[in-house]
């Protein structure tokens, strides 16, 4: 008997909170709004799915959609050798989400890197400061909207560019 | 700025700063400790000292022109970045590379992967004292510099590995050379073992500090040597086959306590099995020299003769383009035309070669794959390298994110150093094998 | 004019001397410190040019090394090295990221490490070989032994 696809086993325990299923490429999605995504990896860090590791955290910026930035998150399961993604639609003025550090610890330093770079908030974070730029550095440069050579050197330069 | 070790310290203590430009810092790196006597009580860790903007540049650069930022990436094993950066576009695009090719990609990935081990275990040997140790391990990693330098052209970063398969094929005397890289890489682990294993110094050193317990270190997200030397079977080649690893026979050695003794000895162990892979690669990637052909055109002339007719025989290319002729395409390359750079000697010598040619380099053409995202990861030196590219359907990703193994073994630094001496921070943090590059991207 | 005779010998003593025993601090950051590394060991060892010693402490140095890409987070580290450093002082810039940013054209790099500290001898590639970080280090020893060499008695004008 062919094993269930986990979108599948997901979709038929939660019909309504989770939006959209696909499996591109072969790679297992789900859609969901972000009030669920607490409660959904709970869930998925039991037994029998023991999705125990969190891959990675990323945000992407659709600058031209209403609801401007997706979270993109990647869970791996040592068990069963699954990955799933789990996307969240987030617009530009309500930009906070759960953050998932209870449950995983590098969610600390990747929330981190998600804030820095694109500004969103995770509630109950418990240090959220910039990661990789420096303190007096003003924006949030992967934003789509931030130019890519807009500098802002801390100390003077001694030449013109 | 106040830190948050700052506000937390308690009166006693002693704030001290080990800064970004450190001798022990592999690269830059800023942990600041709270200490009572010797003994760490806290730290934090600052970095962002080499951030350096990849993936916005990769937004902005077409496919094939960011290839060479990925080089710089792990920069140590250079070749495995590239490979899993292409493995990704190639589950993208729908393609797969010829099997010649797929080997020779195996063969680079493990001498890049020895490279590795054989830079964090020098690096790690020095700073405690065993210089010795430190030359060994850099005379064997330049032989095998000298290996990948004789196919690709560059010791380090290569750019080698392309979407539809490799560059150039493997360099028709390379039998020589790396049956040479291949026996002083066993005679130095040979050596070192024989130099390291027993020390007593090594041993107290590194036996029992900085312990990660098996749950703590998948929930920190942890792969690669670091969490098979606390115990976790987990190895991408093994479970996500990709590139006839699953054509090769290996073992994954695995580590029982999660000491810094472990990882260095999973390290050693992992050189090994790499090794083997590498022999029994090779035999699927026979080489034979170039054969002394009579009538061979110089380019000049033969871009004059095609005026008249096509040119049939064989053109001499440049030194620089020495195994990417035209009859060796078929063995390194795939056979579709928009993704690989098109032979020069059809782009020199025909109109419809130098068409190729303009649309493949031309803004707005050349590789543009179908709208969508992708994630797909391979086993680098440090861990699972995973590549997560979104694409809107034009010829520059929309977003491209690097998922470096580095930056979740890093984070957990902080727990690691919690309760032991600064003496104890140095070989940590070696074992770790920390990339500035794949940190802080 | 004997006096002119004896300055200009000892210029020249005091620059071999000086050429001779530099100490650098290696100021590495990312890829270029595996090229440093090969050329500080055993194949292409650069103690042979009398550049052996190398020292940890800024203070203790007299020539500085600056490998790898500087970001804009790391440049006043940087700045307060160079300052840390005693006179007679000279700085080598390895690799492409600092000559003018190398290939990196963005909003977190610095464009040059001479916008941040004057340099003497600068290092092409990415990274530079071997023989081209020798190379360097014996254009400034040239450059060294052919400079007016500052010292304590000698009156400013």
Not at chain 2, 58 to 85: A, M
Not at chain 3, 47 to 63: E, H, K, V, W
Request: glycine content about 6%; overall charge neutral.
């Amino acid at each position: 008997m062919e094993k269930k696809k986990i979108t599948e086993i997901l979709k038929e325990k939660f019909p309504e909170e989770i939006k959209e299923i696909s499996a591109l490429l072969g790679d297992e999605t789900v859609i969901i709004e972000r009030e669920f995504l607490q409660d959904l990896c709970v869930y998925l860090m039991k037994t029998p799915h023991s999705f125990t590791m969190l891959l990675d955290l990323t945000c992407v910026d659709y600058i031209r959609d209403e609801m401007r930035f997706e979270m993109v998150y990647h869970l791996f399961s040592l068990a069963s050798n699954d990955r799933l993604r789990i996307k969240i639609r987030l617009s530009e003025k309500d930009l906070r989400i759960d953050s998932l550090t209870p449950l995983w610890k590098n969610a600390n330093w990747l929330e981190r890197e998600v804030y820095d770079m694109f500004g969103v908030h995770f509630e109950g974070h418990p240090y959220l400061v910039r990661l990789f730029m420096y303190d007096g550095f003003e924006g949030h440069p992967l934003r789509k909207d931030y130019p890519l050579r807009k500098r802002q050197p801390i100390i003077p330069m001694r030449r013109k560019e | 700025m106040t830190y948050r070790i700052q506000k937390e310290a308690s009166k006693e203590s002693m704030l001290i700063n080990m800064g970004p430009s450190h001798p022990a810092m592999h690269g830059t790196i800023r942990i600041m400790l709270e200490l009572d006597g010797e003994k760490v009580l806290n730290a934090e860790l600052e970095v962002g000292y080499l951030h350096r903007g990849f993936e916005k540049t990769c937004e902005h650069k077409t496919y094939f022109n960011l290839l060479p930022y990925t080089d710089r990436l792990n920069y140590v094993s250079p070749l495995i970045n590239n490979l899993g950066y292409v493995m990704t576009m190639e589950k993208m695009l729908g393609i797969q590379a010829p099997e010649r090719a797929q080997f020779i990609r195996v063969i680079m990935s493990e001498l890049s992967r020895i490279s590795d081990h054989l830079t964090a275990l020098a690096a790690m040997t020095m700073e405690c004292g065993a210089f010795t140790a430190f030359l060994y391990y850099i005379q064997a990693r330049e032989e095998i510099w000298n290996v990948i330098e004789q196919t690709t052209g560059a010791r380090m970063t290569t750019s080698y590995i392309r979407i539809g398969g490799v560059r150039a094929d493997l360099h028709p005397e390379i039998n020589p050379l790396l049956g040479k890289a291949i026996n002083s890489a066993r005679a130095l682990l040979k050596d070192c073992h024989g130099l390291l294993d027993k020390n007593k110094i090594w041993l107290n050193r590194t036996r029992d500090v900085a312990v990660v317990s098996p749950e703590m270190a998948v929930n920190y997200g942890f792969t690669g040597p670091c969490l098979r030397a606390s115990g976790v079977s987990y190895d991408v080649r093994k479970a996500h086959p990709y590139c006839t690893y699953d054509q090769v026979r290996f073992e994954i050695p695995l580590g029982d306590n999660g000491d810094n003794f472990d990882r260095y000895m999973v390290r050693m162990k992992e050189m090994e099995q790499s090794l083997r892979i590498i022999e029994q690669a090779r035999k699927k990637v026979p080489v034979s020299p170039p054969a002394v052909i009579a009538d061979v055109f110089e380019p000049a002339e033969a871009i004059k003769a095609s005026r008249e007719k096509k040119v049939e025989a064989k053109i001499k290319l440049s030194p620089n383009l020495e195994g990417s002729e035209k009859d060796i395409y078929p063995r390194i390359l795939t056979k579709g035309k928009k993704y690989i750079v098109p032979p020069k000697e059809d782009t020199y010598t025909s109109i419809e070669g130098l068409i190729n040619h303009f649309k493949f380099f031309m803004k707005g053409h050349g590789i543009r794959p179908p709208k969508g995202d992708v994630y797909f990861s391979v086993e680098g030196g440090s861990g699972e390298v995973g590549y997560y590219i979104v694409s809107d359907g034009t010829d520059k990703p929309y977003r491209l994110h690097l998922r470096g193994p580095c930056f979740h073994i890093v984070a957990a630094l902080e727990e690691m150093i919690r309760g032991h001496y600064i003496a104890d921070i140095i070989p940590t943090f070696g074992g770790l094998n920390m990339i500035g590059g794949e940190l802080d991207r | 004019m004997s006096g002119g005779w004896i300055t200009t010998k000892l210029n020249y003593v005091i620059g071999w001397g000086r050429k001779f025993s530099l100490f650098h601090y290696p100021f590495i950051t990312a890829c270029c410190g595996m090229e440093y590394m090969s050329t500080a060991c055993a194949h292409w060892d650069f103690d042979r040019f009398g550049c052996g010693l190398t020292t940890f402490s800024p203070r203790q140095a007299d020539l500085i090394m600056v490998v790898g890409t500087i970001s804009q987070k790391e440049a006043p580290v940087l700045k307060t090295i160079y300052d840390q450093m005693c006179e007679p002082k000279w700085v080598l810039a390895v690799g492409a990221c600092t000559l003018s940013g190398g290939i990196y054209d963005n909003y977190a790099v610095v464009q040059g490490i001479d916008n941040i500290i004057p340099v003497d001898v600068y290092v092409p590639g990415c990274p530079p070989r071997p023989e081209t970080f020798l190379d360097a280090i014996v254009k400034l020893q040239e450059k060294i032994q052919n400079q007016e060499q500052e010292f304590r008695w000698k009156r400013r004008k």
